[in-house]
């Protein structure tokens, strides 16, 4: 009988899953075992040797070479991971809030097929608001611009309407002053 195929993961009896982890399992006869999940490919085929030492398969149908021993198979593999009740809440919460999420979902599509006007209102009031705060934005930089050329004036023996003891040359520089990214423009 030819060797059995290796799974993708490149181990024997390891299968890697959706979530980016990897779970072992072994049969043993018409029972398919679980041998849980892991993070690396690696450690799951490193369970699976351990099991298959306690079944005593031969060291052909082994994935690692390095390990004579029932006692160095359970050496090297990873130690089984610990369901607490702390995980089983915090999964049951996970759950919950990917519902809420998920319903939340359908009924915003589907509120947004049945009222399409309003999807066009909110729409056309983010596009106002968006031009309303660029247009804010290029004001304050025009008069950051002129304050900024009003001291040019100054320090080039000029003169400005602002003088450097006037109160209101604080309150201008304040007030242009433009603290304000590019990325606030695509709001």
């Not at 919460?93 to 209102?121: F, G, I, T």
Request: glycine share 4%; aromatic share 6%; with cysteine.
């Amino acid at each position: 009988m030819p060797p059995r195929r290796r799974g993708s993961s490149g181990y024997r009896g390891v299968r890697t899953r959706p979530n980016g982890r990897y779970s072992a399992e072994i049969r043993s006869g018409d029972v398919r075992l679980g041998l849980g999940m892991f993070r690396t490919a690696h450690e799951a085929a490193r369970a699976y040797d351990a099991a298959a030492w306690r079944l005593e398969r031969p060291p052909s149908q082994m994935n690692f070479r390095d390990v004579h021993t029932r006692e160095q198979a359970q050496a090297v593999a990873p130690p089984p991971r610990l369901i607490t009740d702390q995980d089983r809440a915090d999964h049951i919460r996970l759950q919950r809030r990917l519902l809420v999420a998920e319903e939340d979902e359908r009924a915003m599509a589907e509120w947004r097929r049945r009222h399409p006007e309003d999807v066009a209102n909110e729409r056309a009031y983010w596009a106002e608001r968006t031009a309303r705060r660029r247009t804010e934005r290029a004001d304050r930089r025009r008069r950051k611009a002129l304050a900024i050329s009003q001291c040019d004036i100054v320090e080039a023996g000029g003169r400005s309407i602002f003088m450097s003891d006037d109160e209101r040359w604080e309150d201008i520089w304040i007030d242009t002053s433009d603290s304000t990214s590019e990325d606030e423009d695509s709001e």
